[in-house]
């Protein structure tokens, strides 16, 4: 509920999580300010990686709808740097029928912090 009283720390893990908050920008600086100069965040998200993906799937209960070009994004707003960035596991289209799109369901990625802050 609140990073206040958490350890300032060399690695943040977050796995299915970035996608559901409200403030993305608020919880970006709040994660930065408990990782080291120079540590890590990664991420695991759903991977929307194409605009088949965005129309088919239900939004709910997802705030934010993550590719890699949103940490991309991100890399330009933030102290962050990727390090690595990749899509994993069945493809979407496995699971849910109407879908044709041979993207995979999961994105992970792996940024640096590159600032104080």
Excluded at 21 to 43: A, Q, R, S, T, W
Excluded at 67 to 86: D, Y
Aim: some cysteine; aromatic content about 8%; charged content about 25%.
């Amino acid at each position: 509920e609140n990073l206040a009283q958490a350890p300032v720390v060399d690695l943040i893990y977050s796995a299915h999580s970035i996608e559901h908050v409200h403030n993305l920008h608020l919880v970006m600086n709040d994660i930065l300010e408990k990782v080291h100069p120079k540590g890590y965040v990664f991420f695991e998200t759903p991977n929307i990686a194409d605009i088949e993906l965005f129309r088919k799937l239900p939004h709910t209960p997802h705030t934010f709808m993550l590719s890699k070009h949103s940490f991309e994004v991100m890399e330009s707003i933030f102290p962050v740097k990727i390090i690595a960035i990749e899509s994993c596991g069945p493809p979407w289209r496995k699971n849910i029928k109407k879908i044709r799109s041979s993207e995979k369901a999961d994105l992970r990625v792996l940024m640096q912090k590159t600032g104080d802050s």
